[in-house]
């Protein structure tokens, strides 16, 4: 199957400062891609859909500039959680779809923010 | 948006048959149903599409009535290492892509 890679796989920083995220779709181009983020014990929550060479769509209640996604080519997306705060702590999954019959989506591993 | 309903956990002994159904009262014509896998700690993976019917693949089965109102995804001998949360999705009426996690299944496989 297709495979996404993400990095890092787990960061720890300090309140106030900005961190990067990248979604990589390793042997496909992927024009779409999602990202997530989980609490503990919770389900998944569509954060926004990134869009290859184009603004991403925010789900209601995500704060596009606290959340800055960027789709710069067609096998990376980056989403960059700026001014990093205690409550951002989560796990934050992106995937990818690449188009077959299913349009499954394609899970990265997912990176485990912890913000002191 | 199709909403879903699952049971919140199951528990099952090794070597059975586990059938876990999901609700879905509300599926619009156009709606596949999905279900992924999850490890703790992990991205989902994909386990199973369908429309209508039943499908096969060579993890596990997909019953789906004839009023698409749920779906049972069927696992058969489970072992430790399908111990996992399962979740079912519905197509998006915008995207055509299955997004919405609902609550998932956590199943619980014990020797």
């Known amino acids: 199957g297709a495979v996404v890679s993400q990095h890092p796989s787990r960061v720890i920083c300090k309140s106030g400062t900005s961190v990067k995220i990248e979604c990589r779709s390793l042997?496909?181009?992927?024009?779409?891609m999602f990202w997530y983020r989980q609490f503990p014990k919770k389900s998944l929550m569509l954060m926004a859909t990134?869009?290859?060479?184009?603004?991403?769509?925010?789900e209601q209640g995500v704060e596009k500039d606290k959340f800055l996604i960027n789709h710069a080519s067609l096998t990376l997306s980056t989403l960059t959680v700026t001014s990093a705060h205690p409550e951002d702590s989560s796990f934050y999954i992106c995937?990818?779809?690449?188009?077959?019959?299913?349009?499954?989506?394609?899970f990265g591993p997912g990176t485990r923010l912890t913000v002191l | 948006l199709a909403k879903t309903t699952q049971p919140i956990s199951m528990d099952s002994y090794e070597g059975q048959e586990v059938n876990i159904t999901c609700s879905h009262n509300?599926?619009?014509?156009?709606?596949?149903i999905t279900w992924y896998q999850q490890f703790p700690s992990q991205g989902p993976r994909f386990i199973i599409q369908?429309?209508?019917t039943k499908v096969t693949n060579e993890v596990a089965s997909l019953f789906i009535p004839a009023d698409r109102k749920s779906s049972t995804l069927s696992l058969p001998r489970v072992s430790l290492s399908d111990t996992a949360v399962y979740y079912c999705?519905?197509?998006?009426?915008?995207?055509?892509?299955?997004?919405?996690f609902g609550k998932g299944t956590s199943l619980l496989v014990t020797p």
């Open positions: 995937s990818a779809i690449l188009g077959g019959p299913y349009n499954e989506q394609f």
């Open positions: 042997d496909f181009q992927a024009t779409t």
């Open positions: 990134s869009n290859e060479g184009s603004k991403a769509t925010y």
């Open positions: 509300n599926i619009a014509t156009n709606d596949y």
């Open positions: 369908g429309y209508k």
């Open positions: 999705l519905v197509g998006d009426d915008n995207s055509g892509y299955a997004l919405n």
